[in-house]
C-alpha cells in the first residue's frame, strides 16, 4: 500500500468481503480533515482491533 500512496497519484480501495456491494473505504496520500470530525466509534463484545499507524511496523520485530 505504501507504494502507491506514495506515488501521490495513485488510490487504494479497501472493500468488505464479507459485503461485496458496499463502498469501501478509499486510502488516500492527502486527507481533507475539515470535512472529517470522527473517523470511528466501534463497541463490539469479545472483539479485538489493531490499529497500525503506518506500513513500516509491520514484519518488524516486537511488532
Not at 486527507?31 to 466501534?42: A, C, E, P, Q
Amino acid at each position: 500500500m505504501q507504494p502507491a500512496i506514495r506515488s501521490g497519484t495513485m488510490c487504494v480501495c479497501v472493500k468488505n468481503y464479507y459485503n461485496r456491494t458496499a463502498a469501501g473505504a478509499f486510502i488516500t496520500a492527502q486527507r481533507d480533515m475539515r470535512k472529517v470530525l470522527v473517523t470511528s466509534i466501534v463497541l463490539k463484545p469479545n472483539v479485538t482491533l489493531v490499529d497500525i499507524i503506518s506500513t513500516r511496523m509491520m514484519g518488524q520485530y516486537g511488532f
